[in-house]
């Protein structure tokens, strides 16, 4: 939404069929009725700390709607109407959560929030322990030092990474020590290096199973979509002490087995021919 825009009309995007994610600026305050209504495509809208009222039907009948961020203080907002959002969770700042904005619906706290791309963002909640990872982009690369979620990744113990996110930078989830799983959506095309180095609480890593690049095995194993490249072992794992390495693998990837533990017997298929460093 450009920079000068601080009223949306009624029906200025009223079905319209093709964006997925929409970011007001800082100046937008008010939202008329059936602005948004009937925009099938539409995943997440994130609404300024501006925003003063949303009226009815806004969003109603967005049907692929799955969040709803809202940045302002629930005593800023004055009109936020039970038919103002159909589908999908509303998300606002921890301790807004029984505010009774928007009529009946239930609302959930949000602890911290940021960017991790060129429209890509991400956002922790329930007291910061899952973070969420959303937005239409690639995700940017890091290394140890330059995550942008550094200071609040001890805390962090799940991540779900949303649709049409289509790539993991370099080390993104590097050294979360207290991360014990990973969801993975259909839209990942691409998985950067050592992105899960050091994740010593990681029990399971989780791919959507029409994801066409990457896969995963019943023990939480990431691999490719083929199963020819073993990308990464949950090191953390408790519950089992031997893995036996499948028929066709061909590739073990850089670290894979690295500080695993509790890993006492690994057994290696006679198809791997190339095994990278650690």
């Not at 997440?44 to 009948?61: K, R, Y």
């Not at 009774?100 to 322990?129: D, F, H, P, R, V």
Request: aromatic content about 10%; some cysteine.
């Amino acid at each position: 939404i450009p920079e000068d825009v601080t009223i949306i009309d009624g029906y200025a995007f009223y079905g319209q069929q093709t964006l997925r994610y929409i970011e007001m600026n800082e100046k937008v305050k008010i939202i008329k009725e059936y602005a948004f209504h009937g925009m099938t495509q539409l995943r997440t809208i994130t609404l300024p700390s501006t925003i003063q009222q949303v009226e009815g039907n806004a969003f109603s009948e967005c049907t692929s709607m799955k969040m709803i961020i809202i940045q302002a203080n629930s005593n800023d907002i004055t009109k936020c109407e039970s038919t103002t959002f159909s589908h999908g969770q509303i998300y606002v700042k921890e301790g807004n959560e029984n505010s009774g904005i928007c009529g009946k619906q239930t609302l959930y706290g949000y602890k911290t929030k940021g960017k991790a791309g060129t429209n890509i963002y991400w956002m922790t909640i329930e007291s910061g322990n899952k973070m969420m990872i959303y937005g239409i982009n690639e995700m940017d690369n890091y290394t140890k030092t330059t995550q942008v979620w550094k200071e609040i990744k001890g805390d962090v113990q799940s991540i779900e990474i949303d649709e049409y996110v289509t790539s993991i930078g370099d080390n993104a989830f590097n050294s979360f020590e207290s991360l014990t799983r990973i969801q993975i959506s259909s839209t990942i095309e691409r998985i950067g290096t050592t992105i899960m180095r050091n994740c010593i609480s990681l029990t399971s890593i989780s791919v959507e199973e029409n994801n066409k690049k990457y896969s995963n095995d019943n023990y939480g194993v990431l691999y490719d979509k083929q199963k020819t490249t073993l990308i990464q072992y949950p090191i953390g794992k408790i519950d089992s002490v031997s893995y036996e390495i499948p028929q066709n693998v061909i590739t073990i990837k850089q670290y894979t087995f690295e500080k695993s533990k509790k890993l006492t017997t690994l057994t290696i298929s006679s198809t791997v021919n190339s095994i990278e460093q650690y």
